[in-house]
């Protein structure tokens, strides 16, 4: 009985810290979040779980100045659409990196973050987010001035 907790605990924690979605093994399409169906071969199709290996490219973003209670912290933030390298596009936010830096086509990594939290000692939820895989200051070098 507590070999089977346990198990449970580490399941849920390999889903909170892995990109879970699925394949169809028919047509090769990547789903995230998982599908119950490919809606492409409907019934034809056989879903498999597959793990995401988190790296994709920035397909459009948008900067967030008005958030709702919880997210207020954090604002001014990056919401991204981001294409994974296996196929799928999931919407997430883009973080250690300067807004004005977040460009359409830049490759990004997930990383997993807090995103929620209830009071001390209480609920805190963690949740996808994406940074960039290279580093970036944006910021141009100034010459050095000399007088
Ligand atoms: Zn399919």
Known sequence: MAERGVAQVWRRIKSIYT????????????YFPPRLVCPQCRRKG???PFTFKGLGTIYTFAVVHQAPEDFKRQMPYVIAQVDLDEGARLTA???????EDV??????????????EFGPGGIIVYGYKFE???RVTGHEEKAATTN
Not at 19 to 30: A, I
Not at 93 to 99: P, S
Not at 103 to 116: D, N, P, S
């Open 93 to 99: 936010q883009i973080v250690n990196v300067d807004k």
């Open 19 to 30: 990109l879970q979605g699925n394949k169809c093994e028919t047509c090769g399409t990547h």
């Open 132 to 134: 960039p895989t290279m």
């Open 46 to 48: 056989k879903l498999e």
């Open 103 to 116: 460009k359409i086509g830049m490759r990004v990594r997930v990383c997993f973050r807090r995103i929620k």
